[in-house]
């Protein structure tokens, strides 16, 4: 799914939702519409997760985070 793009996708998605006149929501500051949008119960579906080719030790050490200074390898 895909978000407004304009303030007349915000405007015509609250009317949709709510049944409210153009005027009425026009009346409202844009900030307010905007949290009501943003806050709104919707489906999000988590991104799947994708294989990482580690190609060096540097690279390795940099994803799991460990460095050590007495070892000249960092191991």
């Keep these: 799914m895909e ?3 304009s303030p007349f996708g915000l405007i015509y998605q ?3 939702d709510t049944g409210w006149r153009v005027q ?12 009501m949008l943003s806050d709104a ?6 991104p799947k997760e994708q294989a990482v080719k580690i ?3 540097e690279q390795l050490l940099g994803m799991v985070g ?5 070892n000249p390898h960092n191991l």
């Design 66 to 70: 460990k460095t050590n200074k007495n």
């Design 3 to 5: 978000g407004s793009h």
């Design 14 to 16: 609250i009317a949709k």
């Design 55 to 57: 190609s060096s030790m």
């Design 24 to 35: 009425e929501i026009l009346d409202l500051p844009y900030a307010t519409l905007v949290m």
């Design 41 to 46: 119960p919707r489906y999000v579906t988590e």
